[in-house]
């Protein structure tokens, strides 16, 4: 299914559902990024402002769905659990240049900061659903998550809802913000990757080469 008919399939079900569309997509949204967020919930808003339906109703189903779907990704990472991750870099981490000592500051650095990293991250596009998986391996405290997935999701969600509400017949111009800032986390993620692919990988090749 190409990324055009996602969108048109999304669009038609929160029409025809109302907030149990919105509840539903908004879920599978966090399991599935490339039905996209900045569309869902601009529509929600401007199906509120036409057809009647209650503005706190669709803003509450959004939650549902960003809760339900947060809470999804944290079980299965949970479920996979840190013993089974340090399974995996000790074995195969030697080709993506990662060891278990990467591996004990990166948990040791999401322990001390887990709150403000899922508070801030359910604003970010992209981050907002992956922020769910290292919560889980490291088992955060459930309710500290669900708290702060809450909060951070209540930011995101009443401004996009509240933008197509307000935009009316123009909703789709509140995803265009959210579209050059998911192309700049993209371009943030491609730079560490480049940097930690030729600190770790290229460079000793280099090294041992000369």
Same mark, same amino acid.
Not at 58 to 75: D, F, R, V, W
């Given at each position: ?13 929160? !029409?025809?559902? /109302?907030?149990? /569309? ?6 599978? !949204? ?7 967020? *900045? ?47 340090? /399974?995996?870099?000790? $074995?195969?981490?030697? @080709?993506?240049?990662?060891?278990? !000592?990467?591996?004990?500051?990166? *948990? ?47 930011? @995101? ?13 123009? @909703?789709?111009?509140?995803? *265009? ?17 480049? @940097?930690?692919?030729? $600190?770790?990988?290229?460079?000793? $090749?280099?090294? $041992?080469?000369?």
């Amino acid at each position: 299914m190409s990324l055009e008919a996602i969108v048109g399939w999304a669009t038609a079900i929160v !029409e025809r559902l /109302g907030p149990v /569309g919105v509840a539903a997509m908004v879920t599978l !949204e966090n399991l599935f990024p490339p039905i996209p967020s *900045e569309l869902i919930l601009p529509l929600a808003g401007f199906v509120s402002a036409t057809d009647g339906a209650s503005l706190p109703m669709m803003i509450s189903a959004a939650m549902i769905g960003s809760l339900a779907g947060a809470l999804i990704l944290y079980g299965l990472a949970a479920a996979f659990g840190p013993v089974r991750l340090r /399974g995996l870099v000790r $074995r195969h981490g030697r @080709w993506l240049g990662l060891t278990e !000592e990467d591996l004990d500051r990166s *948990e040791k650095w999401f322990d001390q900061r887990s709150a403000r990293a899922v508070l801030i991250c359910r604003c970010i596009p992209l981050m907002r659903s992956l922020i769910s998986i290292p919560a889980g391996l490291r088992r955060m405290p459930l309710l500290s998550f669900v708290l702060y997935t809450l909060a951070g999701s209540l930011i @995101w969600n009443v401004a996009l809802v509240m933008a197509g509400y307000l935009l009316g017949e123009n @909703w789709e111009a509140a995803g *265009e913000p959210v579209e050059l800032l998911q192309m700049a986390v993209l371009a943030l993620i491609a730079v560490a990757m480049g @940097w930690f692919a030729w $600190r770790r990988l290229l460079a000793p $090749r280099l090294k $041992r080469s000369q």
